[in-house]
């Protein structure tokens, strides 16, 4: 199981790659790839917290 601090690592691995790299054909399905596991651990940990 990945910890914080290794998921933090990624997302920070990930966003250097996709700056220094924005002509790279896979720039995009990367950065959408990052919104969309985001998005889904805002909204998993917003439904543990009881939020709608």
Do not use: E, Y
């Amino acid at each position: 199981m990945l910890r914080p601090s290794d998921i933090d690592k990624i997302i920070q691995l990930s966003i250097i790659w996709i700056a220094r790299n924005p002509q790279h054909q896979g720039v995009h399905r990367l950065a959408d790839q990052l919104a969309r596991g985001s998005k889904a651990l805002v909204l998993h940990f917003a439904g543990l917290a009881g939020a709608r």
